[in-house]
């Protein structure tokens, strides 16, 4: 068997040289950034056919130069499927992602969501709501520099009750769905 790995060790370092042609350097570096927990990098690119990788071992780390290059070896194949893959799927995924954002989830006729009605939360909300007042309220009477007269206060609490008061008579929050329109969404997505 004719050896056509060329590679160097040396005190548990090593050295290999990547041809280009194979592993293009974009793929060379997103596999070493995967084995920085490993050791560090240094890299030669000689001319445009190969490039020379170094690799030094971190402190701790127990494999064998020998294991780390097959290991090395591995993520760069794992590394050039990936890239292949997504190559291969941009296509989909930019299809996918348009009709994300063209037809969202609550167009016209596909989820109707009415906001204005707010019975449901209206109770919680009273409860911190009337905290605010009453601290408010112990503020502007511990105040001695703030002259407001009482009738002008029972007149704006007044107005705060009547106001909260309109709005718990509004109807419940309803959502409702329309399962034709879901089914027409489908078939605009897929026929893009």
């Known amino acids: 068997m004719i050896e056509f790995l060329k590679k160097d060790i040396e005190n548990n370092r ?7 042609g194979l592993f293009s350097s974009d793929i060379v570096l997103k596999a070493a950034y995967n084995f920085l927990d490993r050791g560090y990098f240094f890299f030669e ?3 445009k056919k190969s490039i020379t990788l ?3 071992p971190k402190e701790g780390v127990k494999d064998s130069p020998e294991t780390l290059i097959g290991k ?11 890239d ?4 291969d799927n941009k296509d989909i995924r930019e299809k996918i992602i348009g009709a ?3 037809n969202s989830l609550d167009s016209k006729g596909f989820v109707e969501l009415d906001t204005d009605r707010k019975q449901d939360n209206m109770q919680g909300n009273q409860i911190d709501f009337d905290k605010d007042i009453d601290e ?9 520099e703030l002259k407001i007269d009482e009738a002008e206060i029972e007149r704006i609490l007044k107005e705060i009750e009547e106001e909260t008061q309109s709005e718990l008579s509004v109807k419940k929050t309803t959502v409702t769905l329309d399962v034709n329109a879901v089914k027409n969404a489908k078939k605009k997505f897929w026929n893009k």
Request: charge should be negative; charged fraction near 30%.
């Open 14 to 20: 090593f050295e290999l040289t990547i041809d280009t």
């Open 45 to 47: 690119l000689d001319g």
């Open 54 to 56: 170094q690799f030094t």
């Open 72 to 82: 090395f070896s591995d993520e760069l194949l794992s590394v050039v499927l990936r």
């Open 84 to 87: 292949k893959l997504e190559k």
């Open 100 to 102: 994300a954002i063209a």
């Open 136 to 144: 408010i309220l112990r503020e502007i009477e511990n105040d001695p």
